[in-house]
């Protein structure tokens, strides 16, 4: 026999909006968390390709002022016509900027880069992967912008 009261689970599931669907109902039971995110689950940031791609979303909303004077130049096709992305992961890298049709990397560096380890090893795998590296200083692009972008062009051409 179906009864009129409803039981706990169908109580959870309903809509935490009031009957008359104006704002929360605040008698409503709290959504029931996933039964997936129970034990052994793992979430994306925790695993190596996850942590990148946060770390990159992260990189993009918190572009220094450098790469975003570059970015308003490479960005939707404005460069003849070359199509851009920024803080992209590649592997477990994440590039500034790269133009995949072209296989070119660029990559903007202020002084904590010079002579580091890290990025020899990153640039060799990153041209073993197949790509050109490309690698200014920020002083480059607040000095000489203009001779920036024809560098980065005689790579693309």
């Known amino acids: 026999m179906i009864s009129s009261d409803p039981s706990p ?7 935490p909006l009031s009957r008359k669907g ?20 793992r979430r994306a ?28 130049n490479l960005r939707a096709k404005r460069f003849e016509s070359f199509k851009f992305r920024r ?3 590649i592997g477990n890298y ?19 880069h010079e002579g580091s ?10 041209r073993a992967e197949g790509f050109t590296i490309l690698r200014f200083w920020n002083n480059d692009i607040n000095a000489a912008l203009d001779g ?3 560098a980065i062009l005689e790579k693309l051409k």
Do not use: Y
């Open 9 to 15: 689970t169908i109580a959870a599931r309903r809509s």
């Open 22 to 41: 104006r704002g929360l109902d605040r008698n409503a039971a709290p959504p029931q968390p996933s039964p997936l995110a129970g034990e052994g689950a």
């Open 45 to 72: 940031e925790e695993g190596s390709a996850g942590r990148t791609l946060w770390l990159a979303k992260k990189l993009r909303k918190n572009m220094t002022d450098v790469e975003k004077k570059l970015w308003q």
């Open 87 to 89: 803080q992209v992961p």
């Open 94 to 112: 994440i590039v500034d900027f790269v133009c995949f049709e072209k296989k070119l990397i660029i990559e903007l560096d202020g002084s904590q």
């Open 117 to 126: 380890t890290h990025d020899a090893k990153r640039d060799a795998w990153l």
């Open 148 to 150: 920036t972008l024809l």
